[in-house]
């Protein structure tokens, strides 16, 4: 995930997330799998298979990436928020957006496929508090947490044509997340570069 480095944002994560340094002790990334905190045999099974092939594109602050396994292809748009600890990065909140299959009777924007927002802290959040999401200073969606495991914790959000446009058209955001001693912390990150992503992923899931 180093590819995914928010280097330009570095000193100001630092300043406004300090809390979080503490209890990021695990790199982690987004799984393909529509299951990521899953650790039945069948991992074990999938370990001895070739790896998929990636390919990967740059939009601004957002990476398109896509992987081909056995004829299909699962694409998502990400990008990862890391602070420095120790001469090392550490990811402190890794967001990526997909074209959800479970939700590919509805259409989201212009009878595009729905997406589906998902996020990943570390652990020792306040999990009743969710994590908010603002572009440009405006509410745009709350992920509740669905799960956590050694990665960290996982909440997620179906993306309904209100939040897409949202974030389609800001240029700055920020998660909000409260610790478990009550403090908030606030996660910037940059919307630029989301929206040809965006348009790029649903006109694939499309095809």
Not at 34 to 56: I, L, R, V, Y
Not at 74 to 102: F, K, M, W, Y
Not at 122 to 149: M, T
């Amino acid at each position: 995930m180093n590819k995914f480095s928010k280097s330009g944002m570095k000193r100001d994560l630092r300043i406004i997330a300090p809390a979080l340094i503490f209890m990021a002790s695990i790199n982690s990334s987004l799984a393909q799998s529509p299951d990521p905190a899953g650790q039945g045999p069948e991992q074990t099974q999938a370990a001895t298979k070739p790896a998929p092939a990636m390919k990967s594109r740059k939009f601004d602050e957002w990476y398109y990436r896509c992987t081909s396994s056995e004829g299909a292809d699962a694409c998502e748009v990400a990008q990862v928020a890391q602070v420095t600890r120790d001469g090392e990065n550490v990811n402190i909140l890794t967001l990526a957006i997909a074209a959800s299959p479970a939700l590919s009777q509805g259409k989201g924007e212009k009878g595009k496929p729905r997406l589906m927002l998902t996020a990943l802290l570390p652990l020792n959040v306040f999990l009743p508090a969710g994590l908010s999401i603002k572009a440009d200073g405006k509410p745009v969606a709350k992920l509740a947490y669905r799960n956590c495991n050694q990665s960290g914790c996982w909440a997620q959000q179906a993306l309904d044509t209100k939040m897409t446009a949202a974030l389609k058209k800001g240029s700055a955001a920020e998660g909000l997340v409260r610790l478990m001693n009550g403090q908030n912390v606030n996660i910037r990150f940059s919307l630029k570069g989301l929206k040809p992503a965006l348009d790029e992923l649903q006109s694939t899931a499309a095809r």
